[in-house]
């Protein structure tokens, strides 16, 4: 038993002295200080450290953070209780001192040290729905904390301080290397004892801030009362902030007073609180309010609390610029927080008297600013018995003029906001507003009045109406709307009345519907014209999640409308790509009221001069090769129709055109996809004639040239005079005619394989008519007239002029061919151009210089024209010296010289064919002249002489007529 007590006693002091050296290795300040150090973040140091039972000591302490701030301590002592923080959550340290207290926020790089405005909050950035759901998911059946709760906490802390006192100084260094010294002293702290804690804060910069700040103070005076239980009793806190430039002047003068009474334990509490903020230039610290001078804001608010209820008493603030009121809000009766509150009549005014608008432009972002008038209006909530709120304005609110730019550029200029808007909330979170008479006005009047109401209130998020019931009705003054820079130039109206009616009511059977009429339209490519319009539409939701759609557009007369058109289908949005299927039918269309609407809704704009190669285009090889290849797949654009797949019905049953003949029987049927754009089926019908045709577009981002495009229409027995514009059928060409067009290309994007394409088109014809020019009345009676003077006079060179011009007039002819090639160069070819009729025969080759696809029409046209005569026109204009010798097997006689068109496509002129039969008729007019005066020479006698002188006179007046006709 002695044995295994020696055992035990040895095992004993064993272990007393193992403790012992432990203690004594890692109270040890070396050891201390390695198992810190290896603790710190990198780049950070420490002189000296020792931690024992009673004392705790710091010296050369100097941390740094990777965000680049930075804290050094000289030192810090103090006495220090670790067995009262474990056993009794009590902090006990005797004489808290610390020394040179260095605190450096990180700096800011040097093309940022003066703080700058941000255009945009975090508010304005654009997010995701999806995203916010999946990141941060809203718990809605999570109850919302007490607002007393918070007050409470302050009293029911579980931990003591018992301190002897505080003495700490250092310094602070902000961004830009301003120096702030601090300092903190206070008495002993312990439970149930009053403590006085005193802080202050002072600039000691030599170098003034930016805004000429130089001189800095603020002090402040902590008093708090701790329980023995724990928590603080009572706090109050009294402030004082002052600043000043190099001369003395005053910059800011900001006090504050709060006292708290706290009494947890029986849930009770009370709170005051009272501001005074003064800034002569309130600039120095707002750039945005740099227009102000001498703002003044006072505020003061006194709560209780009893339990979970929490009564603010008073709330009122004042805010004034230069003397003058700004804004003012007043609590006119106490607000309950926390439980049912008992509303009844005003409970809050808000009265802005002279808001400047430089306060409102940092919360537009996006650039945006405002300039004009200040705002002024009284705002006054008011409550009712059952929980009701709502917001309404004294009087009408008026406001303006106000002009809004963005990044310096002008949107909207000097409009009027008139307006009489009632908000009203209900107890069930049922949001009401109305905005009564409301009016947009420029200088010259209002030109946008109407009303807005409705309700909202949470719904589904499935729901794309859900909760949601309004009801707009406005009128709108076109001009005068697009007069405005934003909308100026976007559109080509020149007058119009817009009304329009916008419907949405999640319970009805169309949960949105829209009316709009748009009366006198006239756009400004077409002043003369003008027309009403009418739309209807309306949309409707199944239970599978499609949108039924219908719409109607009318022209003309709402009893006998000249334009009808109806469009129906159905969408799928919650579905990407977007599924869809729509029809679009009409039993009429007129080319006229279409040609009013879009020329309303073309842009006035000047576009940037087309034809101008891109810099990237023209550096991109022709054949790229891998890399090349791998780099356009890359950054290919995708199709705008990438999103959509569906299909359209178009269906037209008569189309009047502005000759006054009737397309009908127009039909289409187009599927769309990101792959593939089909328009098929495409049939039209011209009077006997017939229109068919294809046209599609394949997209694959895999290749270096993702667009492949390819069209053909053919047309058969088609006269063009059904496309004139005028009534009469006046164009160069009419007959019956046969076509084929056919289109292929590729390309990197959409419009770069239409303008790389190869095109080819070919026109047969039979029994039409060629004009190479018009004759109008007095031109025919002047041919006939100097016809039958050239007989009587015997002038056959007038004669014959005189008979050859019909011919070249309406050329009737048997049969036309007319082919056109565009290859990749660009360039037009017209490889044939053929004309064959009793009289004439015409052959002809040409080109049309190199343009872009939609401006071949508009491009200078060289073409050289081969004639030939036969009939009775032979003897006409070979008394004209125009035909050579040759006569070819089918008898028709050649001309001495080709004759060469210019102009275009479009305009062909055909001058050299009137120039060439005008210098014919000069020569036979000056042959005979001279053949005239040599015989009249011979004559003798006063009765020969006047008769000499009738016919010349006679001759002349032929003459002059003929020269008329034929532009000399």
């Known amino acids: 038993m002695k044995i295994l007590f020696k055992i035990l006693l040895t095992l004993f002091l064993l272990v007393i002295l193992l403790l012992g050296v432990a203690y004594f290795f890692v109270t040890r300040p070396g050891v201390q200080k390695r198992f810190v150090e290896a603790n710190l973040p990198e780049g950070s140091s420490l002189e000296y450290v020792q931690v024992t039972p009673s004392k705790l000591v710091l010296r050369g302490v100097d941390l740094q953070s990777p965000d680049g701030s930075r804290m050094q301590v000289a030192r810090m002592e103090s006495g220090f209780s670790p067995w009262a923080a474990i056993f009794d959550q009590t902090i006990r340290l005797s004489g808290l001192e610390v020394e040179a207290l260095v605190v450096e926020l990180p700096k800011r790089s040097t093309d940022t040290k003066t703080p700058k405005t941000s255009d945009s909050t975090s508010v304005d950035r654009p997010v995701d729905p999806k995203v916010v759901k999946s990141e941060r998911p809203v718990d809605r059946t999570a109850p919302a904390g007490d607002p007393a709760d918070v007050l409470y906490a302050l009293g029911q802390l579980e931990w003591l301080l018992e301190i002897d006192s505080i003495n700490v100084e250092g310094a602070i260094i902000d961004a830009y290397e301003n120096r702030y010294g601090f300092e903190i002293v206070s008495g002993p702290i312990a439970p149930g004892l009053e403590t006085e804690l005193q802080a202050s804060l002072e600039l000691e910069s030599k170098e003034a801030l930016e805004g000429g700040l130089q001189n800095f103070t603020s002090r402040m005076q902590l008093h708090f009362k701790q329980n023995k239980s724990g928590g603080f009793e009572s706090l109050s806190l009294d402030s004082n902030t002052s600043g000043g430039n190099a001369s003395g002047a005053s910059l800011l003068s900001v006090s504050q007073t709060m006292s708290l009474q706290v009494d947890a334990s029986g849930e009770s509490a009370r709170l005051n609180f009272a501001a005074n903020v003064d800034l002569p230039e309130p600039g ?288 799928q949005p919650d579905r990407s790509p977007l599924p869809f299927q729509l029809d679009l039918t009409s039993p009429a269309i007129v080319q006229r009221d279409l040609d009013i609407l879009l020329a309303a809704l073309t842009p006035q704009k000047t576009a940037p001069a087309p034809g101008i190669a891109d810099p990237g285009e023209k550096a991109r090889p022709t054949e790229p090769d891998a890399a090349g290849q791998r780099h356009a797949s890359e950054n290919v654009v995708r199709p705008p129709w990438a999103d959509l797949v569906g299909s359209i019905n178009l269906q037209i049953d008569a189309f009047a055109l502005n000759s006054g003949h009737l397309v009908r029987g127009i039909s289409a049927q187009a599927d769309i996809s990101e792959s593939l754009l089909d328009l098929r089926q495409i049939r039209a019908r011209l009077q006997d004639g017939e229109i068919t045709g294809r046209a599609r577009v394949d997209y694959d981002a895999r290749g270096s040239s993702p667009y492949t495009v390819a069209s053909q229409l053919n047309f058969k027995d088609v006269d063009p005079a059904v496309f004139s514009r005028k009534r009469s059928g006046s164009v160069p060409v009419r007959g019956l005619f046969n076509g084929d067009f056919n289109l292929d290309g590729t390309g990197p994007t959409l419009q770069d394989a239409l303008e790389n394409s190869q095109a080819g088109l070919l026109i047969t014809g039979r029994e ?156 036979a007019i000056r042959g005979s002249s001279a053949k005239e005066t040599n015989s009249s020479a011979n004559e003798t006698g006063a009765a020969e002489s006047t008769k000499k002188d009738r016919r010349e006179d006679n001759i002349d007046a032929g003459l002059n007529l003929l020269n008329s006709v034929l532009g000399n």
């Open 284 to 571: 120095v610290f707002f750039p945005e309010l740099r227009s102000l001078q001498g703002l003044v804001l006072q505020a003061e608010l006194t709560a209780d609390a009893e339990g979970s209820v929490l009564t603010v008493n008073q709330a009122n603030l004042d805010l004034s610029a230069g003397g003058q009121p700004i804004a003012t809000v007043n609590l006119e009766q106490a607000l309950t927080l926390g439980a049912k509150q008992q509303f009844a009549g005003r409970l809050m005014t808000v009265d802005l008297t002279h808001l400047p608008l430089s306060w409102i432009n940092p919360w537009l972002g996006d650039g945006l600013e405002l300039i004009g008038a200040p705002l002024a209006a009284q705002f006054v909530l008011q409550g009712a018995s059952d929980g009701t709120l709502e917001v309404q304005t004294g009087e009408a609110l008026e406001w303006g003029p106000v002009s809004l730019k963005q990044a310096g550029e002008l949107l909207v200029e000097n409009l009027t906001l008139r307006v009489n808007p009632t908000i009203r909330v209900e107890p069930d979170q049922t949001i009401h507003y109305d905005l009564r008479d409301f009016q947009l006005a420029d200088r010259y009047g209002s030109f946008l009045i109407g009303q807005l109401s409705g309700q909202t209130q949470d719904a589904p998020e499935e729901a794309l109406f859900g909760g949601l019931q309004t009801e707009a009705v406005l009128e709108i003054g076109l001009a005068e709307l697009l007069q405005q820079p934003l909308l100026e130039g976007r559109a080509g109206v020149l007058a119009g009345q817009a009304k329009l009616r916008l419907t949405v009511d999640e319970n009805a059977e169309f949960p949105v519907r829209v009316q709009a009429s748009v009366d006198g339209l006239r756009a400004r490519g077409q002043p003369g014209s003008r027309q009403d319009y009418r739309l209807a539409a309306q949309l409707k939701r199944s239970e599978t999640g499609t949108y039924a759609l219908g719409t109607n557009l009318q022209a003309g007369l709402e009893s006998r409308p000249s334009t009808s058109v109806q469009l129906g289908g159905q969408v």
């Open 768 to 923: 039409g008519v060629l004009t190479a020019f018009e004759l109008d009345n007095r031109s025919q009676i002047g041919l006939l007239g100097a016809g039958l003077l050239g007989q009587k006079f015997e002038r056959p060179g007038i004669t014959a002029m005189a008979e050859a011009v019909p011919y070249f007039k309406d050329m009737r002819f048997e049969n036309f061919t007319l082919n056109l090639t565009r290859s990749r160069d660009k360039v037009v070819r017209i490889p044939e151009l053929a004309f064959l009729s009793d009289h004439l025969r015409i052959q002809g080759e040409g080109m049309v210089a190199a343009s872009r696809l939609d401006e071949v029409l508009d491009q200078p046209l060289q073409l050289s024209l081969a004639l030939g005569a036969k009939g009775r026109l032979v003897d006409h204009l070979e008394t004209l010296q125009l035909l050579g010798p040759q006569t070819d097997a089918e008898g028709f006689r050649s001309w001495k010289s080709e004759i060469d068109i210019k102009g275009t496509l479009a305009d062909p002129d055909t001058s050299a064919l009137e120039k060439m039969l005008s210098e014919a008729a000069r020569r």
